[in-house]
């Protein structure tokens, strides 16, 4: 599906969000202005150095910056990177059962996660979260570097998060409706996911990344290597 198919089945609401997203203080009056500013701007829309800083979510609070992230597997997934609203919503609900579900069952973490790795990690990260209630910056950059470093995805992440009470909230409470919504606005206003309804007036959202989601690049963003390991 192109972005020039796409345009005509979107709000001005929605694209306004898009606009936003490469085009800051610019102020248009209709619909149509804004789908020509888009196609006229197609290049930056899609360029890949715009989109790999708006893949970066670390100075998004805990909730947004998490359900961004399960919201695009969920829609990398998926045959044409699209789902409907509620099939969306569905999605981003299971994989956090599916994680709270794996993460209490002592064989399968073996199975993935090294005893040592699983030791070392776990204990930096239960002290990351000891102090308050989220984790700032610096205690994610080095959580970073060190499930890099031990060779763990991000998925392993969340599931020994899962383990100590903090994954998908304190006390593994799933993220409602409410917070998934949120963190679509987000996506939108980033240019990453579009918003449309189509012919049976049907909400559908879809992933947008360079070149309409070419793996070689989005792996640099660690999005294949979640996509491969997410369902084992």
Excluded at 24 to 31: C, F, L, S
Excluded at 78 to 92: C, M, P, R, S, W
């Amino acid at each position: 599906m192109y972005l020039e198919d796409i345009l005509p089945k979107m709000s001005k609401l929605y694209l306004g969000r898009i606009v936003d997203s490469f085009l800051k203080d610019v102020r248009m009056e209709t619909e149509e202005e804004m789908r020509e500013v888009i196609l006229k701007n197609l290049d930056e829309f899609q360029n890949k150095e715009r989109v790999k800083s708006y893949l970066d979510f670390s100075n998004e609070t805990r909730d947004i910056a998490l359900l961004n992230e399960l919201i695009l597997m969920a829609l990398m997934e998926k045959e044409g990177y699209l789902l409907n609203e509620a099939n969306l919503y569905k999605e981003v609900e299971d994989m956090e059962r599916s994680i709270l579900k794996q993460s209490q069952d002592d064989n399968y973490i073996s199975r993935f996660i090294p005893h040592d790795t699983n030791r070392i990690y776990s204990a930096v990260l239960d002290e990351a979260w000891k102090k308050d209630e989220s984790l700032n910056e610096h205690e994610i950059n080095i959580l970073e570097v060190l499930r890099r470093e031990l060779d763990l995805s991000k998925r392993d992440h969340y599931l020994l998060e899962s383990r100590i009470g903090r994954f998908p909230q304190k006390n593994n409470i799933l993220h409602t409706h409410q917070q998934i919504g949120r963190s679509l606005i987000n996506l939108q206003v980033r240019g990453l996911v579009l918003r449309f309804k189509d012919d049976a007036s049907t909400t559908l959202f879809l992933l947008i990344l360079p070149e309409f989601c070419d793996m070689r690049w989005a792996e640099s963003c660690e999005m294949k290597c979640m996509k491969r390991y997410w369902l084992i």
